[in-house]
């Protein structure tokens, strides 16, 4: 198994920021895409951002220019610094990894999800 523990939710005033953390522990051999989804309350979950392991990056468009992505490989680590928050943005953030555990073996994980709230 796969096990992904985030950190560093909370809460923060509108216009503050916060930095998401997910470390990947396990028995894996590659990890191909990192990535966050969030859930607000009353809807479904969506991609919020993703990087994949030649670095490329996508991102939800309400959250374009306001939110970076970045892998440490060495680490198996992601982080989402997220700036410039708003109200629309408070949900529980997941993480999520997909990757091989063996040549053949892929895995697709979840973190346990972590609480984002903004808030005056």
């Known amino acids: 198994q796969v096990q992904l523990v985030e950190s560093g939710g909370g809460l923060v005033q509108p216009g503050g920021s916060l930095r998401l953390s997910c470390v990947a522990s396990?028995?894996?051999?590659?990890?191909?895409?990192m990535a966050w989804h969030r859930q607000p309350p009353g809807k479904e979950r969506e991609l919020v951002a993703l990087?994949?392991?030649?670095?490329?990056?996508m991102f939800a468009d309400s959250v374009q220019g306001r939110f970076t992505i970045a892998r440490d490989n060495a680490k198996n680590t992601v982080h989402l610094q997220m700036n410039s928050l708003k109200p629309d943005d408070t949900a529980v953030y997941y993480c999520n990894m997909r990757g091989l555990r063996s040549a053949y073996l892929p895995f697709d994980s979840w973190g346990q999800g972590t609480q984002v709230t903004v808030s005056a």
């Open positions: 396990g028995n894996f051999g590659s990890i191909n895409t």
């Open positions: 990087i994949t392991d030649s670095s490329g990056t």
